[in-house]
């Protein structure tokens, strides 16, 4: 399976900055995924991140909050913007699937506090 | 919303075989069932996946009931290890859309 690099590992921040986390893979990918698990819960999809196309983001999550980037098929970039504490959440990407018989693999994630 | 139904959690003694049911009655046929794991700190580790049949791989076996209902994952032989929240998913993927929804799980302990 796919090795997945996410920078950086955890961060504390202050209210009303931006952070941009990364997600690096070691094998040309299609389809990436970033994910966010607020604390004690269970993992929800924020978008869906296809090179060469915008990213698809689910319901609840805009563009303006967290733009990402695909810039080619190895590597992601999510930025959360003007954070607030309710933003405090690990943040994850996968990779892979597009296939149902093809699973999705998952990056360690980036462990977030926003003071 | 997620389309299974896991318990919340769930004890097994160090040695044993765990067994950690799912309940999948809406899932359709084209869809797999999947199983993921996440210890604590980390991200989720997939385990194993199965469309109809039973599926063994090094670390589980997936028992899928024929009417593909339910389905039960089996650790053989649990360590302590194997403490972690377990994910049992239905998932179809295509090359323009895989989204994985994610329910809450089952926390495994195991007891030494």
């Known amino acids: 399976s796919a090795v997945i690099s996410q920078k950086p590992s955890r961060d504390i921040c202050q209210r009303g900055t931006s952070l941009t986390i990364q997600c690096q893979v070691d094998s040309q990918v299609t389809m990436m995924f970033w994910y966010r698990q607020q604390p004690g819960q269970s993992l929800t999809l924020i978008a869906t991140?296809?090179?060469?196309?915008?990213?698809?983001?689910e319901s609840g999550f805009v563009i303006d909050k967290f733009p990402i980037s695909r810039p080619n098929l190895t590597f992601s970039t999510l930025t959360v913007s003007n954070m607030s504490p309710e933003d405090s959440s690990i943040y994850l990407c996968s990779v892979g699937g597009g296939s149902g018989n093809q699973p999705q693999h998952f990056g360690d994630g980036t462990r977030l506090s926003i003071l | 919303d997620a389309k299974t139904t896991q318990p919340t959690s769930m004890d097994c003694a160090e040695g044993r075989a765990a067994n950690l049911p799912c309940n999948h009655s809406?899932?359709?046929?084209?869809?797999?069932v999947y199983w993921y794991r996440q210890i604590h700190s980390q991200g989720p580790q997939y385990i194993i996946h199965g469309l109809k049949n039973n599926e063994t791989n090094e670390m589980a076996s997936l028992i899928i009931t024929e009417d593909r209902k339910s389905s039960t994952l089996i650790l053989p032989h649990a360590t302590l290890r194997d403490t972690a929240v377990y994910y049992c998913i239905v998932r179809v993927a295509s090359r323009r859309d895989d989204k994985i929804i994610f329910g809450k799980g089952t926390r495994l302990h195991i007891l030494p």
């Open positions: 991140a296809n090179q060469g196309s915008e990213a698809t983001y």
């Open positions: 809406t899932i359709s046929g084209n869809e797999y």
